[in-house]
């Protein structure tokens, strides 16, 4: 069990800022005084005083880290390194530190290139030079090209900036201390430099191509751009010849998009050939140094790194590494690939074989456990190697486990979580203690070269398996896949690996390959292995007192059930939210009623029977395939729900989705596209609510919209189904968007509800929380009275059942907590959102937002004064939590407050977590950044939110309260500028206005029952009020 950061401590009245009284058994009990013991491997090599120095790291939702746990804790995990960097690479890199503090980023000196780059001209203003890396190709690729793009800056006096896209947001911790590597977003060419590439005109190779620029050229631009990919051709390659290098060391901004390690070609330099050799005395060392020094997973990352460590490797007496990459599926089938990898490991003796015998025989004290940890986009070797050793005794008596992250099946580079997968997984691999790599794989490269260890390399496979299969590396050095040919002094075509002794072909038998390899290698083959670190071991002891708040309401009693929780890289055995938001979240007053606690129950078992993999959903495959209703094949239905729009609308339709779900006995399933990957934990015990990856319609439901002609609104407009049809199929598809038709919207009347209640399958797209409208429905009015006598509270309920969030987000979420907010004596969450700019302007939201806060008093007026009053011992703090796509709000709060003192003596403090400035719901790491951030406006004491706006409905829900409403500006601010919510409930944008009794449209669905009514902000909307309001 570890504690960071907070030490919770009983202080009899309250507790981080949380009032006992609000708890149903009062009191808080310390529990369990225990000691820890914690070793630490001391290590003084000079490699790792490299990376000895406090750092700063950017956190993936833009929520301040003010630490790195990776680079303190590495040693605890990773064998220390036997290979020793020079002192001279020491020194260069603790001067270039130094460079980078002075000429980063919103620094003067920056600041000064930065006009000078504007201004197209080099003149004499700025003293420092950059090279901008641009991002291509997957994480091995960048890694690589990073780590040669950061070789080449430290020769040549510059400062490395990275252009971060947001699919590489929060990998990193920042690797130099108080200084950032990002490229600010204020950089002239930000949004353009992605776009930069070979044919762009004023590339350095296009321009000497064209005869724009030559050697003699006098006037240089303020900058140039570099393109050093893979398909580079002769001009561009230019850049590695002596007098290319003069002339752009007077250039002082490059741009430079790289995807290969181009860096064994800057050794090929006679410019920078001395001083190679004072860094790198062990040319095969490079990366593993260089690597070692800038790569260290962010928080978010390392703690899954060291969590599936501690679950699934640690106890091992060998780690085995074998990382599978096909490039050609029908050259490299994977019948020939599984017989490589095992014909590799036998020959290599790297794991045990197995008897044929069909018992496991009993483990003995005499027994070696091994640990095999297979990286491949795809399942099947995992379950091979899985099922061998699962399921047969190893001649030797060794116990081996195999273990698998994950299988995306497909490379997503430009997707966040597949990155932070991606890093999770090169980490790991290099902590092994072998390792099996494939061929020509820049994920192996990084792998073997943090690892610092030459590799057995699976050969590749060109439709007959090599022999032998594999062979151990000669250099542990990444490969330049796409050198270049040309002698810059001879002018000619040559091999290069012919010029110094330490650049080579690999000679593993080329004919393996096809294609060449280049690479670094060390001038002699054989290595003194010592070992240069000293261990010692610091002990420290010391005693955490940990309170458990208890809690036996019955809101409580929903949730509490052993879970298994699935994210981003794979199963996890926690879901911590739903243990420990009882110390972060004040306890409800709302009460569920005994019959809906007992109703969850009931459909628990019912996802457990029928739910993903089970031999009842198996049946009910079969049937929705066929096309045909088999009442006798299963008793199981389900409800398909298929994403659209933002984090909030998504949130509130699921609500609605299960609702429905429940009152139809249906088992809900969740279409989760990657945007919504590692945001909740499983709401169900012992089983899934996420589509599997087999089912029929997967990759074609994303498509289904409202012109699909076998929606059920389209069958029902052109008679193709009607209410005595007797032969119905096995599935509809159901279109309840905010933009529905009235065919589609015939779903809420009682009618076609029967009819729909034989369909076993129901595919639902929704981006709105039509919960509301099945209030009115008279097939399930008996049944919701008896589940919410309190109509005020359903999403409360359910939203508070339904979404806890995955470890990686409460992670974000109690770190920021902590940080910022649990301190306050009072917290106000005040959420913005803008829909139209024209006809709500910055200035008028903000008076608006003063005028609100200032009547309904939640913050005090500032004095006149130009100073701070000093805190007396009487003050009370109150901290503001803004959200918003942007940052203007924040900064006006923040500088009101911090540069003028209270009229009432009270401390203010203004945070905003993130300002992405505009909503990217189909990015995985925005909604992250948006689920943390509702869930921190939930834990408000007050609430002030948007009209309109789901993101603060799933706030007030989750929190229970009703909001302050900031009503919505038409050009002019409302007088009053916000009102008090009259129900908590989130309002249905586009309810129906049709009478199923009726058959009229004219009559108003907000008079129909005392309970549901139009929303406060919306005049045609609909909400769930209780009668008495």
């Not at 009983?10 to 058994?25: A, H, P, V």
């Not at 032998?468 to 250099?475: A, D, E, H, L, T």
């Not at 770190?815 to 700019?837: E, V």
Request: with cysteine.
């Amino acid at each position: 069990m570890v504690f960071q950061g907070t030490v919770l401590v009983c202080r009899g009245e309250e507790i981080n800022g949380f009032d006992m009284k609000t708890f149903s058994k009062a009191g808080a009990y310390c529990l369990i005084v225990f000691s820890v013991v914690v070793i630490f491997n001391c290590q003084d090599t000079t490699l790792d005083s490299i990376i000895r120095f406090a750092a700063t790291n950017s956190s993936a939702i833009d929520i301040e880290e003010e630490s790195c746990l990776s680079r303190n804790q590495s040693v605890l995990y990773r064998k220390s390194s036997p290979y020793k960097p020079s002192s001279y690479l020491v020194s260069k890199l603790r001067s270039y530190e130094e460079l980078h503090k002075r000429c980063g980023p919103r620094t003067s000196s920056y600041k000064r290139s930065l006009k000078q780059l504007k201004s197209g001209q080099i003149d004499d203003s700025g003293d420092c030079k950059y090279v901008v890396w641009v991002a291509d190709c997957g994480l091995g690729n960048r890694i690589l090209s990073i780590t040669s793009a950061f070789l080449y800056a430290l020769l040549t006096d510059r400062v490395l900036l990275i252009n971060q896209e947001q699919e590489m947001v929060d990998l990193f911790c920042q690797p130099f201390p108080t200084s950032s590597w990002i490229l600010p977003d204020d950089f002239p060419f930000k949004n353009k430099v992605s776009g930069f590439n070979q044919k762009i005109g004023h590339s350095y190779g296009n321009l000497l191509k064209n005869n724009t620029i030559n050697y003699s050229t006098q006037l240089l631009p303020s900058y140039l751009y570099l393109y050093l990919s893979h398909d580079c051709d002769h001009d561009d390659q230019l850049f590695f010849c002596d007098q290319d290098q003069a002339l752009l060391s007077k250039v002082p901004w490059l741009i430079m998009r790289s995807n290969v390690y181009f860096l064994p070609s800057l050794f090929l330099m006679s410019s920078f050939d001395q001083e190679l050799d004072k860094l790198f005395p062990d040319k095969e060392t490079v990366f593993h140094h260089l690597g070692r020094y800038l790569f260290h997973p962010s928080d978010r990352v390392w703690r899954l790194i060291t969590k599936y460590y501690q679950d699934h490797l640690a106890k091992a007496e060998k780690r085995i590494g074998i990382q599978i990459r096909i490039f050609d599926a029908k050259t490299s089938p994977f019948e020939s690939v599984m017989e490589q990898i095992l014909a590799c490991i036998q020959k290599e003796k790297l794991l045990p074989e197995v008897d044929t015998e069909k018992s496991i025989a009993s483990p003995s004290k005499n027994q070696t456990s091994k640990v095999v940890l297979v990286t491949s986009l795809f399942r099947g070797y995992f379950e091979k190697l899985n099922k061998m050793y699962g399921e047969h005794p190893t001649k030797t008596g060794e116990v081996v486990a195999i273990y698998q992250p994950s299988h995306e099946r497909m490379q997503q580079s430009w997707e966040n979580s597949h990155n932070v997968q991606a890093w999770v997984e090169i980490y790991l691999l290099s902590l092994s203690d072998e390792l099996v790599t494939s061929a020509w794989s820049t994920f192996g490269y990084v792998a073997q070269g943090l690892r610092g260890m030459r590799p057995l390399i699976l050969y590749k496979i060109d439709r007959t398996i090599p022999d032998p299969p594999c062979g151990r590396g000669m250099s542990m050095e990444p490969c330049y896949h796409a050198p270049p040919i040309f002698d810059c002094k001879t002018k000619k075509t040559v091999d290069t690996t012919t010029f110094v002794p330490h650049v080579k072909h690999y000679k593993l038998d080329l004919s393996k390959f096809t294609g060449k390899c280049f690479g670094l290698q060390r001038r002699g083959n054989g290595f003194d292995m010592k070992t240069y670190s000293k261990v010692g071991a610091c002990l420290i002891v010391f005693s955490v007192v940990l309170i458990f708040i208890f809690q036996d309401t019955a809101l409580d009693s929903i949730t509490r059930f052993a879970t298994t929780s699935f994210f981003a890289t794979g199963s996890e055995d926690s879901c911590l939210s739903r243990k420990q938001s009882v110390l972060y979240r004040k306890s409800s007053p709302h009460k569920p009623s005994s019959y809906l606690v007992s109703k969850l129950r009931s459909y628990e078992e019912l996802h457990k029977r029928c739910g993903p993999h089970t031999d009842s959903y198996k049946r009910s495959m079969k049937q929705l395939k066929s096309g045909q209703i088999d009442h006798n094949s299963t008793d199981c239905r389900y409800v398909v729900w298929v994403a659209d729009c933002g984090l909030g609308n998504r949130m509130l339709s699921i609500t609605s989705a299960f609702l429905y779900a429940l009152l139809t006995n249906r088992v809900l399933l969740i279409d989760q596209e990657q945007e919504m990957v590692g945001l909740f934990c499983e709401p169900f015990p012992n089983t899934s609510w996420i589509l599997p990856e087999d089912f029929p319609f997967k990759k074609k439901l994303r498509g289904f919209n409202q012109k699909y002609i076998y929606s059920y609104g389209n069958l029902l407009k052109n008679n193709t189904i009607n209410y005595s049809t007797q032969l119905l199929p096995s599935y509809l598809y159901l279109y309840l968007c905010h933009d529905g038709d009235h065919h589609d919207q015939l779903f809420f009347c009682d009618q076609d509800q029967a009819l729909l209640n034989k369909v076993p399958w129901l595919i639902m797209r929704s981006n709105v929380y039509f919960l509301p409208s099945m209030f009115l429905m008279s097939s399930f009015d008996q049944e919701l009275d008896n589940l919410f006598p309190d109509k005020e509270t359903v999403f409360h309920h359910l939203g508070r059942y339904l979404f806890h969030p995955s470890d990686r987000v409460w992670r974000l979420i109690t770190k920021y907590y902590r940080d910022h907010l649990a301190k306050a004596k009072k917290r106000i969450g005040i959420q913005i959102r803008i829909f139209d700019s024209k006809t709500s302007p910055f200035e008028s939201v903000m008076e608006q937002i003063l005028a609100c806060t200032k009547k309904e008093k939640i913050l005090p007026e500032v004095g006149t004064e130009k100073y701070i009053a000093s805190p007396s011992k009487n003050q009370t703090s109150k901290v503001v939590l803004v959200t918003s796509l942007f940052r203007g709000y924040f900064e006006k709060l923040k500088k009101m407050y911090g540069e003028h003192p209270t009229k009432t003596g009270e401390v203010v403090a203004v945070y905003q977590p993130s300002h992405e400035r505009k909503q990217r719901s189909y990015t995985n790491s925005h909604n992250i950044q948006a689920w943390a951030e509702i869930y921190l406006l939930s834990l408000s004491d007050e609430l002030v939110t948007s009209a309109w706006s789901t993101f603060g409905y799933v706030a007030q829900g989750l929190r229970g309260i009703r909001p302050l409403i900031l009503y919505k500006i038409d050009r002019t601010i409302p007088d009053p500028p916000c009102g008090r919510g009259v129900s908590m409930e989130p309002c249905y944008h586009a309810p129906p206005i049709f009478d199923c009794k009726a058959q009229s449209t004219t009559l108003d669905i907000g008079a129909l029952v005392p309970h549901v009514k139009h929303c406060e902000d919306i005049s045609w909307g609909l909400k769930l009020f209780n009668s008495s309001n």
